[in-house]
């Protein structure tokens, strides 16, 4: 199991599923607190966003679910988790991770 910590929830990917999880109170700003279960046969695609002057982001998307085409539409966006410039390298690990996967 793959697990990546962002600044708005936490991303914990396994063969199975991958579960978002927004459990501190920063974390329920845009989104209801909680985890949100999504089997790996459920995916359709995986978008990574690297962060530069602006936050990155992971957005984790069934079919029918809308891309986020910026960091500001991943803010609202329930199935992303942004993060800084520091965790790029981890996103795109877990990024690669979950596409193997699908």
Sequence with gaps: M????????????SEKSVILSREKKLDGVFHKLGTMEIPIDQIEKVVFSEAGLTN??????????KRPHSVFSAMKNQNAVIFRLTKNAQAQALTEYVRSLI
């Design 56 to 65: 990155g982001f992971i957005a984790i998307l069934r079919k029918g679910d």
């Design 2 to 13: 793959q697990k990546f910590v962002g600044l708005n929830g936490t991303i914990s990917a």
